[in-house]
T-cell receptor
Framework: GIQVEQSPPDLILQEGANSTLRCNFSDSVNNLQWFHQNPWGQLINLFYIPSGTKQNGRLSATTVATERYSLLYISSSQTTDSGVYFCAVRNNYGQNFVFGPGTRLSVLP | DSGVTQTPKHLITATGQRVTLRCSPR?????VYWYQQSLDQGLQFLIQYYNGEERAKGNILERFSAQQFPDLHSELNLSSLELGDSALYFC???????????FGQGTRLTVV
């Protein structure tokens, strides 16, 4: 099945810093989403981005489907950005989302 | 609020017992997915339904079963519970299999 890797596994930032999270996947996909799991366990949709670039406030994402990777940019990080960021993909043959292992982000005040 | 409703939010039960987790998808969504997230683990796909029919199966134990009803809500049944079944169980829904999926708040199951 499709493999999903995320890097870095852990990231510690000072408030106000910028960061880039990466998601690599092993097959062509027809669906890619970024999620933020907050410290209370909630999974929050950030982006639905099988290709192209999107922006939402301080967050933006880019997926280069032909090169099988996606990037999530967080600018001017805040303590509320802390949590785990997951990338999840679905390929043209699979019916379920495959999640990456996540990037654990800690933003310090 | 994602529009996906899961009940109960928390559940504590003893080993050997059986529980039922419920999921109401977003209005108009035909696909329902179940995921398990054990402590400090990633999300493991269990099973998917589309419009009442099973579409895909992941590493779901034989002690676990699910179904999607005509009104599109879904239930995940966990039986002969073991300590290792303690986890956060998520339900997600989407219109089609390749469209954006939205997750519920999860049911935190603790087996004691």
């Amino acid at each position: 099945g499709i493999q999903v890797e995320q890097s870095p596994p852990d990231l510690i930032l000072q408030e106000g810093a910028n960061s880039t999270l990466r998601c690599n996947f092993s097959d062509s996909v027809n669906n890619l989403q970024w999620f933020h799991q907050n410290p209370w366990g909630q999974l929050i949709n950030l982006f639905y981005i099988p290709s192209g670039t999107k922006q939402n406030g301080r967050l933006s994402a880019t997926t280069v489907a032909t090169e099988r990777y996606s990037l999530l940019y967080i600018s001017s990080s805040q303590t509320t950005d802390s949590g785990v960021y997951f990338c999840a993909v679905r390929n043209n043959y699979g019916q379920n989302f495959v999640f990456g292992p996540g990037t654990r982000l800690s933003v310090l005040p | 609020d994602s529009g996906v409703t899961q009940t109960p939010k928390h559940l504590i039960t003893a080993t050997g017992q059986r529980v039922t987790l419920r999921c109401s998808p977003r209005s108009g969504d035909l696909s329902v997915y179940w995921y398990q997230q054990s402590l400090d683990q990633g999300l493991q796909f269990l099973i998917q339904y589309y419009n009442g029919e099973e579409r895909a199966k992941g590493n779901i134990l034989e002690r676990f079963s699910a179904q999607q009803f005509p009104d599109l809500h879904s239930e995940l049944n966990l039986s002969s519970l073991e300590l290792g079944d303690s986890a956060l169980y998520f339900c997600a829904s989407s219109v089609q299999s390749n469209t954006e999926a939205f997750f519920g708040q999860g049911t935190r199951l603790t087996v004691v």
